[in-house]
């Protein structure tokens, strides 16, 4: 079952706005990912925050943790036609390897 | 190879057949993981291997699919007696160990008849 779910199921910006998508979950967890998927490719992983951590950056990501209302963000600043792709957040918890992955953001960048 | 590699990326075949799904981890990885991907779906976990310690099977749907892996290497998934909600997309990713951030195969993409 899916732990994640994402909010906006589907994101649609201009080229040079910022993006910020979403995803919350029900139970404990001891990090949470992000992954990108481009149409017909399989996942890449972009960043992941561990349940200690607050926030998170990576060249024009920024993700948040908010553990106590179990949920992140991720925000993509300054967005690029190459940004178009789907995003998933994805939680691991401390004893279990596996990801829970939510259905995915859709975000569509206008030239 | 420098990535994940799974084979084939399409298979179209007939309802009732067998079919199996390869993938080709990165070198060195000891952590492989099936996933299965419908139509506008995040990801549904199917079996996980960590080097040469029993598999977890617990996300396999039903006992027509089971999955294979020889040592720290290839791994097949295997599919019998197909059906057409088998239809979807099957990714295979790779870890460095359990835990550590996922690469991804680009899938394989299958439609039954």
């Known amino acids: 079952s899916q732990q994640g779910e994402e909010d906006p199921q589907a994101l649609s910006i201009q080229e040079g706005e910022n993006a910020t998508m979403n995803c919350s979950y029900k139970?404990?967890?001891?990090?949470l990912q992000w992954y990108r998927q481009n149409s017909g490719r399989g996942l890449v992983h972009l960043i992941l925050i561990r349940s200690n951590e607050r926030e998170k950056h990576s060249g024009r990501l920024r993700v948040t943790l908010d553990t106590s209302k179990k949920s992140s963000s991720l925000l993509i600043t300054a967005s690029r036609a190459a940004d178009t792709a789907s995003y998933f957040c994805a939680t691991g918890k401390s004893n279990d390897y596996k990801l829970s992955f939510g259905a995915g953001t859709t975000v569509t960048v206008r030239a | 190879g420098a990535g994940v590699s799974q084979s084939p990326s399409n298979k179209v075949t007939e309802k009732g057949k067998d079919v199996e799904l390869r993938c080709d981890p990165i070198?060195?990885?000891?952590?492989l993981y099936w996933y299965r991907q419908r139509l506008g779906q995040g990801l549904e976990f199917l079996i996980y291997?960590?080097?040469?310690?029993?598999?977890?099977k617990s996300g396999l749907p039903s006992d027509r699919f089971s999955a294979e892996r020889t040592g720290e290497s290839v791994s097949t998934l295997t599919i019998q007696r197909t059906q057409q909600e088998d239809s979807a997309v099957y990714l295979c990713?790779?870890?460095?160990?359990?835990?550590?951030?996922?690469?991804f195969g680009d899938g394989t993409r299958l439609s039954i008849l």
């Open positions: 291997f960590q080097g040469n310690s029993a598999p977890d």
């Open positions: 070198s060195g990885h000891t952590a």
């Open positions: 139970t404990s967890i001891n990090n």
């Open positions: 990713a790779s870890s460095l160990r359990a835990y550590q951030p996922q690469h």
